[in-house]
């Protein structure tokens, strides 16, 4: 069972990869595609719903031309 402060975490991650998204003009889709993702995976990313792995974030931070370490401030 996960903490609630994991979930939090999670959601505030993804909120933020949903705005940096939504900024730089992509749609699910198409970051999927230049990450070489599921777009169901951003999907879940962005909703808080899965412990992604660092290489996916890293490969989402490049696409959309973002520092790393800001998804991750909350």
């Known amino acids: 069972m996960r903490d609630s402060s994991h979930d939090l975490f999670l959601k ?39 412990n992604t792995t660092i290489i996916s974030m890293l490969r989402i931070a490049l696409v959309l031309e973002v520092e790393l370490h800001l998804f991750f401030l909350m």
């Not at 993804?14 to 070489?36: C, I, Q, W």
């Open 12 to 50: 505030g991650v993804g909120n933020n990869v949903r705005r940096y998204r939504k900024e730089k003009k992509y749609t699910m889709v198409s970051l999927a595609f230049d990450t070489d993702m599921e777009y169901r995976q951003i999907g879940r990313i962005e909703r808080g719903e899965i």
